[in-house]
């Protein structure tokens, strides 16, 4: 495993957490929010949560100091720590989209469908979820506001597309938006800005128009999960538009032509061999492989062209 590394600031009262899923350094991001109610987002899986603790602590955060835990959506690389969290912070409140709430209080079948897709590296990887009791969740509305201290707040925007259970935050003071994977994937050691498109609730229209959300706020930056800041948002929201339209036409003309949406969006998407180094093509393909790409967007394909029940 890699050396831990120090978190940064990357915005007034913005820290950014490499949560160090696998030990790779910048993959997966977690930010703590300062203020008189810091509020952390993202915790990352439950293989981080050590990272994670001690990150905290290092800011000066004890067991009592910590107000709150958002997360975006309830994907194990984003949330697989928070009941773990929870328990190390009995003072915070987790907040969380309506359609994730249940499964963080009962994560039994989030982990079964978990280990479907992941298989041994549910364990290896990721880790699983321990369960956060009812009375700590706080359920986010769309435009809600999570208040971090006097004149600072995360404003909640609903993004469906990537999940349905999918929430941005906007913090009023940074201006940064954090936005999960609904922007899509771009590791800083890879360089390529790539759509995450997973079953089972990936949905095209529901997808671009969160962009869509997010750009009438004018934010002054993205925090990507994966990974860090990016400067420049209208720029970005409209490359990740375009990446969107591009992997969905291409996987369409690969399902009418009855071939393999994973071949024909790898021969048309991948980095060009030796462009990338190859273990940083590894995390790239464990974070947001092709093959799930092309599932979430054959699952899409599907539910749009089957027949409407009168």
């Known amino acids: 495993m890699n050396d831990i590394a120090a978190p940064r600031r990357i915005g007034p009262g913005v820290v950014e957490i490499d949560t160090l899923l696998g030990g790779w350094r910048r993959v997966t991001a977690g930010y703590l929010l300062e203020g008189p109610a ?162 089972p609730d990936f949905d095209l229209e529901q997808a671009l128009n969160s962009l869509r959300r997010f750009a009438v706020r004018r934010p002054s930056a993205l925090a990507l999960a994966h990974y860090g800041l990016l400067p420049e948002p209208d720029e970005i929201l409209a490359e990740a538009e375009g990446i969107l339209r591009r992997w969905a036409e291409t996987a369409e003309v690969a399902h009418r032509a009855g071939e393999d949406i994973a071949d024909a969006l790898a021969a048309r998407f991948n980095p060009a061999p030796g462009v990338v180094a190859e273990e940083h093509l590894e995390k790239f393909e464990v974070m947001n492989g092709v093959h799930s790409n092309a599932a979430g967007l054959r699952r899409w394909l599907e539910n749009r062209d089957r027949p409407k029940s009168d």
């Open 38 to 199: 810091p509020l952390l987002v993202e915790t990352g899986s439950q293989s981080s949560v050590p990272v994670v603790l001690d990150a905290l602590a290092g800011l000066g955060l004890g067991a009592d100091d910590l107000a709150g835990v958002v997360v975006t959506h309830i994907h194990l690389d984003h949330a697989g720590g928070v009941g773990d969290v929870a328990r190390a912070f009995p003072n915070a409140t987790v907040y969380v989209h309506e359609k994730g709430a249940r499964h963080l209080a009962d994560p039994s079948r989030l982990i079964a469908s978990a280990a479907q897709v992941y298989g041994t590296l549910l364990d290896s990887l990721y880790g699983r979820l321990e369960p956060t009791p009812q009375s700590r969740l706080h359920v986010l509305a769309d435009g809600e506001e999570v208040v971090v201290g006097p004149g600072r707040a995360l404003t909640a925007v609903d993004s469906p597309g990537h999940a349905k259970h999918h929430v941005g935050l906007h913090d009023s003071e940074s201006g940064i938006l954090f936005v999960g994977d609904a922007v899509g994937v771009r590791l800083p050691d890879v360089g390529v800005l790539r759509p995450a498109t997973p079953p």
